[in-house]
């Protein structure tokens, strides 16, 4: 999906829903005009040029050398390549993403190996312009360009050869200035041979892209990989920890008892890429319901540069890799094997989770945990998902749910024909949320059988706003990419008492299955001084004292009755501003910490459930 020649304006003309073709019919088309822009887009793809060919080509990144120190308090970086292909076929809009790829990051090192291939259908033999860019990648601020090549291919043809590992010079222009002085500095201390790293790459032709329905779209085939990205601060933020099994460390209490282990604090944001082509259907633009959005999405103007760099960064942050990250990649795609991994990565039925999503033109599925929490709302913003991206193929949430066993319901047809109605024809088969059921959570290991579980995914999402009419497609391409699992759709007005039930659910499971942290008693030795100058470190740190304050002001009488839970208070509001000084930060703390119970009330503290702090007469 390059950067294209076509008229836009002419385009915009044939916005969403066929405006064009009923002018002045009836007052429904005014209504139309009043409404804002954007959502469901039936623009057709255009068709390629005449005696276009389209080939499916396999790129793949070998390694990169002598690379640009990004971290110079480690003499090293941590590089990964942003791979971008750019053609002159037209698409559905200027305004349509770039077709792009990213490699896993390598961290410390200036002579990384990627070995990661990329599989592009629909690459028109007119040629293609590849670019790469060489980064070095930095959660806390902004990544680092080290270096860039520009590859081009004038044209394919079956008998076309290809680029068998071949060194491409990366050009300095453009660097960041960190870079290049730290470069520089380098060269004239002889640390390095050349002021110039290389990037390895290898391009093949395996051949004519079947018909697709695509008309020409270029589009990503594979290999389908998934990531889980992992962030201890905004875990801290958001409220979620890492599943119990991530975490073994024992604990125990200054009598040498055994405690409930400590659990950490780790925000999972996860990506899978599904099988392509997306369903042509499934094109939808952001609402402009603000002339502000406009701007955002477009970067015009002071204010919306300045939002959508903010959410450029966020979404770096949130889907950053850092090396506690997990990826991988399925050797076939659809499989069984990938729908295992996907009921793992939103952790089955445990929990009662809800997630919202972002579903690229690429077939990228980007999904975080969402909920009515302050925190856990401002990472899962579709906006963020999509990287800000004017044009999506769907978006809403989603959750799952485990299927009771009284009679085995059929599995899913390839087609998705009954993945729906599979399950809830038969009204008598529990789920859980919101039945408790035997075989699974929360007392047992979930089932890892795909046909135990049902995807119930919606449209919810007021940024793109995506047709109701679309979900049948969505569902049946969904049941092609993830065999053997059921699928049910929700219509966010339609259903919407519906979806509000079974959200309720999800909701109610979560306060009795949820994450609840529980942190082992510090010693009166322990002291504010001791503070690691890591984030995560003094976190922690803090967080036991806070703790241990509030367990020192605790009656001696109390009864466990009394005992309530933590959340958001002094120490949410502490984390959110992790930024500020400690003396300000251990005020608010110790503030907190002296604040007397009303009418009585006792003030105790057992267990966290996220940090906000209910007093006993509340």
């Not at 902004?142 to 090549?149: V, W």
């Not at 470069?183 to 290389?198: D, E, I, N, P, Y």
């Not at 329905?213 to 409220?239: D, F, K």
């Not at 077939?363 to 999506?392: C, P, Q």
Request: with cysteine; net charge neutral; hydrophobic share 30%.
């Amino acid at each position: 999906m390059a950067t294209t020649n076509g008229d836009h304006k002419a385009a915009e003309e044939k916005k969403p829903n066929g405006e064009e073709a009923h002018g002045g019919a009836n007052g429904q088309d005014d209504q139309k005009h009043m409404d804002p822009k954007g959502g469901h887009d039936t623009t057709p793809i255009p068709s390629p040029p005449h005696g276009t060919v389209g080939y499916t080509v396999k790129v793949t990144i070998h390694q990169a050398t002598n690379l640009t120190m990004g971290d110079l308090h480690a003499f090293s970086s941590d590089p990964y390549v942003l791979a971008q292909v750019n053609t002159l076929v037209p698409t559905r809009h200027k305004e349509d993403p770039n077709l792009r790829f990213r490699t896993p990051t390598i961290h410390r090192n200036v002579n990384p190996e990627w070995n990661e291939e990329w599989i592009i259908a629909n690459v028109p033999s007119s040629g293609f312009k590849m670019k790469l860019r060489v980064y070095d990648e930095d959660p806390a601020d902004h990544d680092d360009l080290l270096g860039k090549a520009h590859i081009t291919i004038p044209s394919i043809d079956h008998d076309w050869k290809g680029v068998r590992h071949e060194a491409y010079q990366l050009k300095l222009r453009e660097s960041s200035k960190r870079a290049l002085l730290i470069r520089s500095t380098a060269r004239v201390l002889q640390m390095v041979k050349s002021m110039h790293g290389t990037i390895h790459l290898s391009i093949t032709n395996l051949g004519r892209t079947a018909e697709d329905g695509q008309n020409g779209r270029m589009y990503t085939v594979g290999p389908c990989r998934y990531v889980r990205h992992y962030s201890p601060i905004l875990g801290r933020i958001a409220n979620i920890k890492q599943p119990e099994k991530e975490d073994t460390r024992p604990q125990t209490n200054g009598s040498g008892k055994s405690q409930k282990q400590v659990e950490r604090y780790n925000f999972q944001a996860n990506q899978m890429q599904l099988p392509g082509p997306v369903p042509a259907q499934l094109y939808h633009r952001f609402i402009e319901f603000k002339p502000w959005v406009k701007r955002m999405f477009t970067s015009k103007g002071v204010q919306g540069v300045i939002l959508g760099k903010a959410l450029h960064h966020q979404h770096a942050r949130v889907y950053n890799f850092g090396k506690d990250s997990e990826w991988g990649h399925f050797e076939e795609a659809p499989s069984l094997e990938q729908t295992k991994k996907f009921l793992d990565l939103v952790h089955y039925d445990k929990g009662g989770r809800i997630f919202t999503y972002v579903l690229t033109l690429d077939a990228l599925w980007r999904f975080t945990e969402t909920g009515n929490e302050f925190g856990i709302d401002m990472l899962s913003k579709h906006t963020m998902h999509s990287d800000v991206s004017i044009y999506i193929a769907f978006s809403g949430e989603f959750f799952i749910r485990r299927i009771k066993r009284r009679s085995r319901p059929p599995p899913p047809n390839p087609d998705g024909s009954n993945s729906q109605q599979s399950v809830r024809s038969q009204c008598e088969i529990e789920t859980h949320p919101p039945h408790d059921l035997e075989g699974g959570p929360p007392e047992d290991d979930p089932p890892t059988d795909p046909s135990r579980y049902e995807l119930v995914i919606d449209n919810d999402s007021g940024t793109y706003r995506p047709d109701a009419a679309m979900l049948p497609v969505l569902a049946e391409y969904l049941s092609r990419s993830l065999p053997g699992l059921h699928i049910e759709t929700l219509d966010c007005q339609a259903d919407a008492d519906k979806m509000a039930k079974m959200k309720s659910e999800q909701r109610e499971r979560k306060k009795v299955e949820g994450d609840n942290i529980i942190y082992a008693q510090v010693s009166d030795s322990s002291s504010m001084s001791s503070l690691s100058s890591s984030d995560d470190e003094r976190l922690d740190s803090v967080q036991h004292e806070y703790q241990h304050e509030h367990l020192q002001h605790r009656p001696k009488n109390a009864a466990p009755d009394d005992t309530k839970e933590v959340e958001h208070g002094a120490f949410s509001i502490f984390a959110k501003d992790v930024k500020q000084r400690q003396e300000s930060r251990m005020e608010k703390l110790a503030r907190n910490a002296r604040r007397t119970p009303r009418d009585g009330g006792e003030e105790a503290v057992t267990s966290w459930h996220g940090p906000k702090v209910v007093a006993g007469g509340e």
